[in-house]
RNA sequence: GUGGCUAUAGCUCAGUUGGUUAGAGCAUCGGAUUGUGAUUCCGAGGGUCGGGGGUUCGAGUCCCCUUAGCCACCCCA
């Protein structure tokens, strides 16, 4: 019989050890930064009606949705993203869990489109939401969250960008160019990466723009100094409009609150340009990018909507959320070589060295895991020098050996991998000196 | 979905104008008076040269198709 050749689908991914471990540690930092701030954890299924997901029927979401007839018939799809099920999610069950409702949603979700590096099909998405306020406060709040879950995770030089779509709204509001947003904003939005130029070019091209409209919208890009600053320079630029002018106010109220909180002013900046592709996005707008790897695009996006389900019910839900994309800040950290290569989730390794003396290592794992501490017993009773080699490769950080001689002294000796020190610690009183040994060396989390 | 580049052992790559049994380093496994790895020495296993078809006396090497990866566009996390 011929074998299968084992294989993954183009876009799609096993994790091994070292790939899962820092990816769990990712999810378990963003879920201890989401419930820091109260948001509780919701999940959806990942198939839903096609219905509910072409909604807002882009041609784009079309192309890359996974679609296919289930066996009764139904026509079902494949979630792309966490915000269209967020939405049927909210029309469904806000009226029962009442408003304001903070959920965190982590998850994968799949699209149909090309790869690249750090962009798959199959993906994970780390959203976080507040649903049923307009308040500045929520706003304030979003950027705070993204800036403590990227700290929390390691980052110390990242910039988060914020922008409001009510003074890009404002602007082309004055400028007569509203029936033509969507195009002129994502031409705007490529602003950083093809220079003004290019964008002015593609801007008449897409939206039928005169080349005084765009030379106008691009005015913005003449935007420069501090935060202050930049606002000060837009006033007159969306002068007359109210959407405009109110886009400024709550841009100025975030920036405020932010600071407030404490949090570095290098790391906050305003920038008129981003419009972000999704059009739904009607009020502040974030987007994350690292200083050290700007190439890899924002990590970390969100923005407010005003009407998040209107699709599914009349009741209005206005909401703001964030993204953070787990699998881009993945391959981003790998890049930077943040990862340690680590491919044990237990730090400490205990050879199985004297053969008659099983019980004996089982008995010394049992205590230190009591004490909430990983441990691994090697199922084999090898040579010690193979032993610690394997403890070598998975990147453990202490063995403790015994044998004969240890044993007849009620002692252990204490290895550490790292360093190569070993040191000899009596059991005769139990096992605490041993744990709190073990503590000193090791980092738990 | 469009265009460009790439594909040789688990990994990183050699492989001369197509010519005998396809190599190296690292990794893996085993051994070096049977208790110490990352940093010694010796040895072994492991490759339908991504897959399919064609040209040729002969293809890892040339041509076509296909699959996957990378890059750009599109879009986006």
């Keep these: 019989m011929s074998l299968i050749q084992p294989r993954t689908l183009k876009g799609f991914r096993d994790y091994l050890p070292e790939a899962m471990i820092p990816r769990e540690k990712l999810i378990a930092t963003a879920q201890r930064v989401y419930r820091s701030y109260g948001f509780s954890p919701i999940d959806t299924p990942a198939l839903e009606y096609l219905e509910i997901l072409t909604g807002k029927g882009s041609d784009e979401t079309d192309r890359q949705l996974y679609k296919f007839q289930d066996h009764g018939g139904r026509n079902v799809g494949m979630r792309f993203d966490l915000t269209v099920p967020l939405a049927r999610f909210a029309a469904q ?15 994968s979700v799949w699209r149909g489109e090309n790869t690249q590096r750090g962009r798959y099909r199959e993906f994970m998405q780390c959203d976080f939401d507040t649903i049923g306020t307009k308040s500045v406060a929520a706003d304030i709040e979003t950027g705070l969250v993204i800036h403590d879950l990227l700290q ?208 004996d290592y089982l008995a010394l794992a049992a205590q230190i895991r009591a004490a909430g501490i990983g441990v691994e017993v090697f199922p084999d009773p090898k040579k010690l020098g193979q032993q610690l080699k394997y403890a070598d490769s998975r990147g453990f950080s202490v063995a403790l050996i015994a044998g004969g001689n240890e044993f007849a002294a009620q002692t252990t000796q204490l290895k550490n991998l790292q360093t190569g020190e070993s040191e000899e610690i009596s059991l005769a009183e139990g096992s605490d000196a041993l744990i709190a040994r073990i503590r000193s060396i090791v980092t738990i989390d």
């Design 93 to 107: 069950h806000v009226p029962k869990l009442g408003t304001p409702f903070k959920r965190y949603h982590i998850a």
């Design 152 to 359: 929390a995770i390691g980052f110390s030089k990242f910039t988060i960008r914020l922008n409001n779509r009510m003074i890009l709204n404002g602007l082309l509001d004055k400028l007569g160019l509203t029936d033509k947003s969507t195009e002129v904003l994502r031409s705007l939005d490529k602003l950083a990466k093809i220079g003004r130029e290019k964008v002015a070019e593609e801007m008449m091209a897409t939206s039928g723009a005169t080349a005084e409209q765009a030379s106008e919208v691009l005015k913005l890009s003449d935007l420069s100094g501090s935060n202050a600053e930049i606002l000060t320079q837009l006033e007159p630029l969306v002068a007359g409009s109210a959407t405009g002018e109110e886009g400024i106010g709550r841009l100025r109220e975030v920036l405020a609150g932010i600071d407030a909180a404490g949090v570095n002013k290098d790391r906050i900046q305003v920038d008129v340009s981003i419009a972000r592709g999704l059009d739904y996005y009607t009020g502040v707008i974030f987007e994350t990018f690292l200083d050290d790897l700007p190439t890899i695009g924002s990590i970390c996006s969100g923005g407010r909507y005003d009407n998040l389900a209107g699709l599914f019910t009349k009741q209005e839900l206005p909401g703001i959320g964030a993204s953070l994309g787990l699998d881009r800040l993945l391959a981003a950290m790998e890049e930077l070589e943040m990862l340690a290569k680590v491919r044990t989730s237990a730090p400490v390794f205990i050879p199985y060295f004297d053969r008659e003396r099983l019980g």
